[in-house]
């Protein structure tokens, strides 16, 4: 009975092996990638049969074949799956796979470098460039939260410009700053305005294991963001726009005239003493019959409106030869205030234009030689009010401003009340930036890499060095336009009418410089880097020595320079992709501790078991 419920096709399997053990030849070959190089361990098999091999340390394999016309299947991981016809007689074959960019997602970004994901035992998170566009808002920032798993922020504004949010890797782990290292291609740089649409992946390093190389630096997590890069093909063109409207989420409630003015009577009352406004008073803000004398005003409403507008659009295009590839990206990003105009002829509203550039550029100047440069930058130009101190403090007074303290724009004159009519009047939603002028920032980043990768393949296969040079400048400006408007105060005359008294006069606008600021800084590293092969087990390696200095940094010594001096070390092994180990170790240092305390060692090592992989595990 067992024999007879054999599948058919089991049976035709064993027919076909037994013709290839009676009637077969020897076929050799070779399998390379589209560079020329050969690929260790690729899978050879004749297609529809169990008949295979892989490639040796030389990219070679030998396989017994029917004497006869077949179809040979070549599969390797990161490479298209490519099955090539063998015709009767042919005794050698060359043969070429391609990469498969639908595996990029299988590389995961690390710490100075890549690693297969399904080899990674480290605590790390991450996700696709092409997911932030999916939330059209002004900082990459306030995307993160939610989308990659520990990961929180706070943000504390919503200022067009000024609405980046703090990040935190797994919380706050350390005390004064708990902020992570943020790196985009490899280098310290702020990437809160870079525009999403030049982001290839974001990767969130949350453990011991994933942040040693780092040293110290390393203990509040890092966040790597990577920039699109050019492949061979046509050029590919890509153009998107989008507009959006911002809306206070929540707006707070504020007391009326009225309830302000009794509940401010009772406070009086409450403590001993008699109450400050008659009930004439109270009743006219109840009523609303003398609206300019007795005004009632919800100053955040009144100065604010619903909602403004922001857009943003973006062209780039990438492309390359055989040994050359390009990114080029060029975007815009604009974001309007939510103030009221009214009648003034000088714009003083928030407003917030960035405009974004980058060109990725990789040269394969020989086949064992790799040039990458990368050029981004933007340039920022912000408009506040000009309030004489911090934004903060102009929400602060609007939140602060009494409803009765004036009937704000009235036949285009700023009225405020009299205080003969009222016990106090307080400030209005518009003293702290009506009419004062406005505030000018323009802001200019310019980034740039260099990085020379060089095969070594001569001295064993697998090794490579790199070497990788940055440069990084920011310099800002900023223009005051300052101007005053005139105050009217209503005056009741005797036959009823009002008449208005004006204090101070509009002023045209008068311009000076206000604060500049600058920074820069270079960064460097030198790594040596092995990936190796044999038949089941994998190895890599890396060595690298960095440093950095950081001119006119932030705190009371902005005039003297910072250093970073450090070595990475990072050794991988797996086995058949099922037993892994990784050993990172970090040795850096700077000047800001004493000469007996400046460098430190931090090593990390992890193991990993993909149960998955174990023949005991159910089918796939």
Sequence with gaps: MIGILIPLEVQASAETVHIVQQNSVQLSGTVKDTSGE??????????????????????????????????????????????????????????????????????????????????????????????????????????????IIGISSVQYSGEPGADAADLYVRGIATWNDASPIIQVDGVDRDFSQIDPNEIESITILKDASATAVFGVRGANGVILITTKRGTEGKAKISFSTSAGVNMMTKQLEFANSYQYARYYNELQVNDGGVATFTDEQLEKFRNHSDPIRYPDINWLDYCMNKASFQSQHNVNISGGTDYMRYFVSAGMFTQGGMFKQFNATDDFNFDYKRYNYRANLDFDISKTTLLSVNLGGRVESKRTPESGEDQNQLFRKLYWAVPFAGAGIVDGKYVVSNSDDLPFTGATGLDSYYGKGYRNKTTNVLNIDLALDQKLDFITKGLSVKLKGAYNTEYSTEKIASSSVARYTPVLQEDGTLEYRKDGSDTQLSYREGDYGKARDWYMELGLNYYRRFGDHTVTALVLYNQSKRYYPKGNYGDIPTAYVGTVGRVTYDWKTRYLAEFNIGYNGSENFSKDNRYGIFPAGSLGWILSEEAFFPPR
Aim: aromatic letters at 4%; zero cysteines.
């Design 38 to 147: 050969t690929i260790i361990g690729a899978n050879v098999t004749i297609e529809g049969t169990t008949i295979g091999t892989i490639t040796d340390f030389e990219g070679n394999f030998i396989l017994n074949v029917p004497d006869e016309t077949i179809r040979l299947k070549v599969t390797f991981i990161g490479y298209q799956e490519k099955v090539v016809t063998v015709k009767q007689g042919t005794r050698n074959v060359q043969i070429q796979l391609a990469e498969d960019a639908q595996l990029l997602d299988e590389v995961q970004v690390v710490a100075y470098g890549a690693q297969k994901k399904i080899s990674v035992t480290g605590a790390i998170s991450s996700m696709k460039g092409d997911d932030l566009l999916k939330t059209p808002v002004g900082s990459i920032s306030n995307i993160l939260s939610g989308q």
